[in-house]
Nanobody, 125 residues
Framework: QVQLVESGGGLVQAGGSLRLSCVLSGRTLSPYAMGWFRQAPGQERQFVAGISRGGGRTDYASSVKGRFTITRDNAKSTVYLQMNNLEPEDTAVYYC??????????????????WGQGTQVTVSS
């Protein structure tokens, strides 16, 4: 059974940085396209970033483009989300997700097969 565990969240001041990690266990990471999503209180879960199974293709929400970077290390079964120049609007619970996908990546949450439990990111102004 595939399990995803996120870490790296916390409290940071506006303008600061955090790096989130997501470790996949139960299978190797390589067959999966991966995504990061976030959900703020009272809001729907939204796509943040995605990466293809080989890492050659990435996509970002417009609100984070240029500030966030998604990468993966298949040997370590880990996906990362580097978040720079954080803003109070980035405050949310961040989730990683996996989908067994032969090619490309997906930005729709309903397409993903597996989800982590989430990690809280709070950005103070």
């Amino acid at each position: 059974q595939v399990q995803l565990v996120e870490s790296g969240g916390g409290l940071v001041q506006a303008g600061g940085s955090l790096r989130l990690s997501c470790v996949l266990s139960g299978r190797t990471l390589s067959p999966y396209a991966m995504g990061w999503f976030r959900q703020a209180p009272g809001q729907e879960r939204q796509f943040v970033a995605g990466i293809s199974r080989g890492g050659g293709r990435t996509d970002y929400a417009s609100s984070v483009k240029g500030r966030f970077t998604i990468t993966r290390d298949n040997a370590k079964s880990t996906v990362y989300l580097q978040m720079n120049n954080l803003e109070p609007e980035d405050t949310a619970v961040y989730y990683c997700a996996a989908v067994d996908l032969g090619y490309g990546l997906v930005i729709t949450s309903s397409a993903y097969d597996y989800w982590g439990q989430g990690t809280q990111v709070t950005v103070s102004s």
